[in-house]
């Protein structure tokens, strides 16, 4: 059983489209993140939610925008896709509280190709 | 400059070696640090994490967190095969930021046999 499974794996779209990525966690968890990493393999945080409130929005243009519309799920949605844009997006999730906050447990990513 | 720095190698060891991957950082507010295992194709996974200085050994991983001199280091013993990935450090400062992890570029570590 995936703990922390995204939908879809491969995304391959025209600039100016929108596009949503979905995310599920089984871990029972309170605090989902999205993660993005570049081409050069760069990680780096984009959103938090603990149990469905955003707690952390890093400076992230708001064609972005994550959802939660239940502790377990976590979905983003993204707006006049641009090149700049591609990606591949990770989402995670973790215990809310204290030291274990840290131990982030990763899905397998959705690569977001933009041409 | 990034807060946290991290040579992308690419590292490419025989079987059995003893690896040493390494990151510097700037930020210190940091007092947990962390290492991730990325396989390619796969979401990072936790492998080490440690609070302020010290040591930690797990199996054949051992982490070195001197925060006097902000670095980190992960050592791997008897290198395996399997122990091809990207090895990422993390970082975060605790309190509010928890969970708001601060990454390295990665190592590519390749171990042939």
């Known amino acids: 059983d995936t703990a922390v499974s995204q939908t879809p794996k491969y995304l391959v779209t025209q600039m100016g489209n929108d596009k949503s990525i979905k995310c599920e966690q089984n871990?029972?968890?309170?605090?989902m993140y999205w993660y993005k990493q570049d081409s050069k393999k760069f990680l780096k945080i984009m959103f938090s939610?603990?149990?469905?409130?955003?707690?952390i929005n890093e400076t992230v243009p708001n064609r972005f925008s994550p959802k939660s519309p239940d502790k377990a799920h976590l979905n983003l949605h993204i707006n006049s896709l641009e090149l700049g844009d591609s990606a591949v997006y990770f989402c995670?999730?973790?215990?809310?509280?204290?030291?274990?906050?840290?131990?982030?447990?990763f899905g397998a990513g959705s690569r977001l190709t933009v041409l | 400059q990034k807060e946290v720095e991290q040579d992308p190698g690419p590292l490419s060891v025989p079987e059995g070696a003893i690896v040493s991957l390494n990151c510097t950082y700037s930020?210190?507010?940091?007092?947990?640090f962390m290492w991730y295992r990325q396989y390619s194709r796969k979401g990072p996974e936790l492998l080490m994490y440690?609070?302020?200085?010290g040591n930690k050994e797990d199996g054949r991983f051992t982490a070195q967190v001197d925060k006097s001199s902000k670095y980190i280091s992960l050592f791997i013993r008897d290198s395996q095969p399997s122990d091809s990935a990207t090895y990422l450090c993390?970082?975060?400062?605790?309190?509010?930021?928890?969970?708001?992890?601060?990454f390295g570029q990665g190592t590519i570590l390749t171990v042939h046999p």
């Open positions: 939610y603990n149990n469905k409130e955003l707690i």
């Open positions: 930020n210190s507010a940091f007092q947990y």
């Open positions: 440690t609070y302020s200085s």
């Open positions: 995670a999730s973790s215990p809310a509280q204290g030291r274990g906050a840290n131990v982030l447990t």
């Open positions: 871990l029972g968890h309170d605090t």
């Open positions: 993390a970082m975060s400062a605790g309190g509010t930021s928890y969970g708001k992890l601060t």
